[in-house]
């Protein structure tokens, strides 16, 4: 792809002293050893981690990984940055995260320091790799929902309903952390809330949340969508301003039961939606909100608020059970996640690997 060389052993000078024992020539290490690390990419390379890591936090996990990484000692050489790249996506450490760890399940005491030849290409024509660009597609439906209600907030069209008091500081944080999920979760979340739409269509109020464990490395903060139908009998009782103002009780009403239910969560982040096929327009409302101490008052007004609207009763939990590389068929199962040919001892440890990835983290959907 004609991307850069990296060399960690290129420091400071050497990048362009042509005299320097360690100058090598389109090769980049490390600009400030004694400073903060300077990511350097050119066009190819920035244009592969932009498309291959397109939520905010898979980039900037792998930039600090990286780092750490390139600072270590334990790589000798890459190939380019695509190939670090795929590297870093075919491997995964002890919490479940995508990480730079040692080869062949081996430490890094055994092996010392690794060279990455090129690897991308296999990388992206894996069976798995592509299963997962195709799985990945449900995912962007988050995105799009964090790209209406930004639009509106930048654009002033945010509307208010009667008796309440718009904050954009709350719609601020609240598309914050939409933002900030990766894309494996968008993915899962995408899913809930697109089955919670289909069986909207069918019942009056559908809720699901969707919760990671108090375990989970990341739990602070929990989402969750619900669907309302406009019965006929709202349009002589206020009409449509009466619906909204309706579902935005049911949303604050679920998302302090929620924080009451899960005190290890530190905030909420709800959306509501009518079910589609209802025949007139639709619009999305979206709250935030945070844990709080709350008092026997506040706690047994949301009790009443809950059996008032009947919600809240019974909640059954279930594990979402996607893969990030999924499965395909048996016949191609034999080639390695990062299709790269190798000894039986090689071909075991990328089969580790592959197995590992299929470990990671399940989200909790809560219904």
Same mark, same amino acid.
């Given at each position: ?7 960690? !052993? ?25 400073? +903060? ?13 932009? *498309? ?14 990286? *780092? ?12 380019? =940055?695509? +190939?670090?790249?795929?590297?870093? $996506? ?5 919490? #479940? ?7 062949? #399940?081996?430490?890094? =005491?055994?092996?010392?320091?690794? $060279? ?19 799985? !990945? ?25 009667? %008796? ?23 993915? *899962? ?25 108090? =375990?989970?490395?990341?739990? =602070?903060? #929990? ?50 939606? &009518? ?5 007139? %327009?639709?619009? &999305? ?10 008092? !026997? ?12 609207? %009947? ?27 990062? %299709? ?9 440890? /990328? ?8 470990? /990671? ?7």
């Amino acid at each position: 792809m004609g991307t850069l060389l990296i060399k960690p !052993d290129v420091v400071g000078d050497n990048h362009w002293d042509a005299k320097a024992p360690n100058h090598i020539p389109f090769a980049i290490g490390d600009i400030e050893p004694n400073s +903060d690390f300077v990511h350097v990419l050119d066009e190819a390379s920035l244009d592969v981690l932009m *498309s291959e890591l397109d939520t905010i936090s898979d980039f900037t996990d792998y930039l600090d990984k990286r *780092s750490i990484f390139l600072r270590s000692g334990r790589l000798a050489a890459a190939h380019g =940055e695509e +190939d670090l790249l795929a590297y870093y $996506a075919t491997n995964i450490n002890e919490s #479940g995260d995508h990480d730079f760890v040692p080869p062949d #399940g081996k430490s890094w =005491e055994e092996v010392e320091a690794i $060279a990455l030849g090129p690897r991308y290409g296999s990388f992206v024509r894996n069976p798995r790799y592509i299963a997962k660009k195709r799985a !990945d597609e449900v995912s962007y439906a988050w995105d799009r929902l964090i790209e209406t209600f930004t639009q509106h907030m930048l654009s002033g069209t945010s509307i208010v309903v009667p %008796g309440q008091v718009y904050s954009l500081t709350n719609s601020e944080m609240a598309v914050r952390y939409m933002a900030l999920e990766s894309r494996f979760k968008r993915r *899962s979340h995408s899913e809930a809330i697109l089955g919670a739409l289909k069986r909207g269509e069918t019942e009056q109020v559908f809720f699901r949340a969707m919760i990671a464990p108090a =375990e989970a490395r990341y739990c =602070e903060t #929990g989402f969750f969508f619900m669907t309302l139908k406009f019965m006929t009998w709202m349009e002589a009782d206020g009409g449509y301003e009466k619906y909204r103002i309706f579902r935005t009780f049911y949303l604050k009403t679920y998302a302090q039961a929620l924080l009451v239910k899960f005190p290890y969560l530190k905030r909420v982040v709800g959306i509501a939606m &009518e079910p589609p096929n209802q025949g007139r %327009g639709a619009s &999305e409302d979206c709250i935030y909100a945070a844990q709080a101490e709350w008092t !026997d008052a506040e706690l047994a007004e949301i009790k009443d608020d809950c059996e008032g609207l %009947g919600i809240m009763k019974s909640l059954v939990p279930r594990e979402y059970g996607g893969e990030e590389f999924p499965q395909v068929e048996r016949e191609r199962l034999s080639r390695p996640l990062n %299709g790269l040919e190798g000894n039986r001892k090689e071909r075991r440890a /990328r089969a580790a690997a592959a197995r590992a990835l299929r470990k /990671r983290p399940l989200q909790r959907n809560v219904r």
